[in-house]
């Protein structure tokens, strides 16, 4: 009979523990997002080539006008930027993001320090030689 009651007992105590380790965790509630930029954009092509870039300007570092591949969102990890693009200028700092159009433009390094730029580049895919 104690063999009996000690067997129920152990049974009783194994499916609690078993019951507890199969039960839902909670959840962790999801951290919060910020959206940095929202855009619609016709895309260039179909399939498109995507890149992520990230580029290092020294302190007063100014490139010569140029374009690039593709249009894209840019984010500025560090320093601060100032961006002539078609003649508009605007100047961005560390977790700022701009859209670049893909045309003829310039940045300059207007900050104290070094400035870190991830450029996410949508172009058509290059063709492959014969």
Excluded: C
Excluded at 46 to 67: M, Q
């Amino acid at each position: 009979m104690l063999a009996t009651a000690i067997k129920s007992a152990l049974l009783l105590i194994a499916t609690g523990l078993l019951a507890a380790r199969v039960s839902p965790a909670e959840e962790a509630p999801m951290p919060p997002r910020q959206i940095l930029l929202e855009k619609m954009a016709d895309l260039p092509a179909n399939p498109i080539n995507a890149r992520v870039i990230r580029v290092s300007f020294p302190r007063g570092f100014k490139t010569p006008l140029h374009t690039h591949e593709g249009p894209g969102p840019r984010y500025v990890v560090k320093g601060k930027v100032r961006i002539d693009e078609g003649g508009q200028i605007n100047t961005y700092g560390p977790g700022e993001v701009f859209w670049e159009s893909g045309q003829w433009m310039s940045a300059e390094n207007v900050g104290d320090e070094e400035a870190v730029m991830i450029i996410f580049e949508l172009a058509k895919p290059k063709a492959s030689a014969p």
